[in-house]
């Protein structure tokens, strides 16, 4: 990831010099690269935070649904806390439902 920031900015810088860019326009651009740079980072973890707080809802609201399953089928409760699971909590839910049913 550094190397790919250095290459960049040694672009950028290259691609100044041929167009004759001076040092405070530079300082200028180069507020805003680290701006954008700031504002990706910003938003991608608000986003990842926000898919956390839908998975960690989705497991415990699969947990709630699958404990009735189980209890209106008469078969062992299975809870799954771990969030790598998430699938299965969905595929025993609905094979439970299809059993229901």
């Known amino acids: 990831m550094k190397n790919k920031v ?3 900015l ?9 167009i004759g860019i001076g040092k405070d326009s530079r300082v200028g651009r180069l ?4 701006e954008h740079l700031t504002l990706l980072c910003d938003n991608m973890l608000t986003e990842e935070k926000g898919n956390l ?6 497991v415990q609201n699969c947990n709630r649904e699958l404990d009735h399953l189980c209890m209106a089928l008469n078969v062992p409760y ?6 790598a699971v ?16």
């Open 53 to 58: 707080a839908k998975m960690k809802d989705t």
């Open 78 to 83: 299975y809870q799954v806390t771990a969030f």
């Open 10 to 18: 040694r672009c950028l810088s290259d691609i100044w010099d041929e």
């Open 6 to 8: 250095q290459v960049t």
């Open 86 to 101: 998430d699938f299965n909590l969905y595929f025993l839910v609905t094979l439970f439902k299809l059993e229901s049913d």
């Open 31 to 34: 507020n805003s690269v680290c």
